[in-house]
Structures are given as C-alpha cells and as structure tokens.
C-alpha cells in the first residue's frame, strides 16, 4: 500500500520569501509522484507531476520539486511567494494504473 | 473544453432527505472519481469508475452511499438517507489514465446537511 505523508499542516511565509513544502511517501512499487494546489472554494488542479526521467521537475507559478528515491521525498519548493500563491497544497502518489493517494494538505499563507 | 462540471454548487438539505450530486467528466477520459473532502479527514476518495463500471468503492463510507455512472458523460453520487456528518464538499475527478495522467477536478459540490 501506498502513503503520503505531508510533514507540515500549516506553513507562514513572508512576500518574496522562498518556501518549501514536504512530502515523504511510502511504497513498494516505483511511483509517480504529483503536487497539486487547492484554492479557496475551488477545486484541485495540477501544479506538477514525475513521472520519469530528470528528477527535478519544474511546474507552474513558479513552481519546482525534486523527486528523491533515497530519501522518499518529493519536496516542493519556490524561491519567491506571492499573495496570490495563499492556498492548499497536496503531494500525491500513485503507482501507475491505480487512483492517486494524496496526503492531508499543507496551507500555505503567505505574509504581506 | 469546460473542465469538469458538477452540480449543484451548494446544497442545503434536513437530516433524513436524500441528496443527488451530480457530475460531466472531461469528453474523452476513461476514469471518474468521486472524492469527500472535510477539515477531520482531508480529502478521501469514494469510489472510482473506468470506462462506466466501478472498480473500488471501498471508500463509500456506508450503504446510504451510493454512485452510479450510467454512461460516458454522467455520473451521480447519491446519499439517502443524510445525516449531519455527511456534511463536506464532494469532488468529482477525471482523467485519461488512473494513475499517471493528470485528474482534473471539478469546483465541488459543497453540502450542508442539517
């Protein structure tokens, strides 16, 4: 079985500041790996995916995570917030040809 | 295209009434999911479909709980009969492949049961 554990439930930040955000998974089968963002009173919508190949994988906003085998991670990270990057964030894991487990969310406020 | 459409928006309903939400997936995608999301439990997936037929439904959290997907471009998820706890925001997903191509969500159905 796979799991997805987001290591931060909330996480302030200041304007122009960088952040990062966990994600570990767990699995016994090669993964894809998917960071997804949730603003206020909408729905989830992809901010990037691994799937193969280089493991750094740049995504929209600005957005970048490194995909770690080693160390079971897929951090997602941006050198400079905005207001505007305010939302949810979700790190998901999948193993090819079944539904995506994703973890609890990690709210990021993002501090004028 | 328009994404995935769900209705209605909101809904408010009394203990005990049944429910109906609705979904259109994406013209062209092979999987539908229907997820419950809620601030205890995060986001929890119900039920999926490939191709119309449900394939895990291992989430439905009881028998009030049923889903149906009686073609390609429809599917309902239904509660009867509701209680308060059901009250969350229900999402409906879908997506070409079930677990490496993207899931496009739908805005979400948030309900409110009384």
Redesign the interface.
């Known amino acids: 079985a796979q799991s997805v554990t987001q290591l931060d439930s909330q996480v302030p930040v200041f304007e122009e500041a960088p952040v990062e955000l966990r994600c570990n998974y767990s699995s016994s089968v090669s993964v894809y790996l998917f960071w997804y963002v949730q603003y206020p009173n909408q729905g989830l919508q992809l901010l990037l995916k691994y799937l193969s190949g280089s493991t750094l994988v740049k995504g929209i906003n600005g957005f970048e995570a490194e995909f770690n085998k080693s160390q079971t991670s897929f951090h997602l990270r941006k050198p400079s917030v905005h207001i505007s990057d305010t939302a949810e964030y979700f790190c998901a894991v999948s193993s090819g040809n079944t539904p995506l487990v994703f973890g609890k969310g990690t709210r990021l406020s993002v501090i004028a | 295209d328009a994404g995935?459409i769900q209705s209605p928006r909101h809904e408010v309903t009394e203990m005990g009434q049944e429910v109906t939400l609705r979904c259109k997936p994406i013209s062209g995608h092979d999987y539908l999911?229907w997820y419950r999301q809620t601030m205890m439990r995060?986001?929890e997936?119900l039920i999926?479909f490939n191709n119309n037929v449900p394939i895990?439904d291992s989430g439905m959290p009881e028998d009030r709980f049923s889903a149906k997907m009686p073609n390609a471009s429809f599917s309902t998820l239904k509660i009867q009969p509701s209680e308060p706890r059901d009250s969350a925001v229900y999402?409906c997903?879908s997506s070409s492949?079930?677990?490496?191509e993207?899931?496009?969500?739908?805005?979400?159905t948030r309900l409110l049961v009384l």
Request: aromatic share 24%; no cysteine; net charge negative.
């Open positions: 995935v999911f995060g986001l997936l999926y895990d999402f997903a492949l079930a677990g490496v993207t899931q496009y969500f739908g805005p979400g």
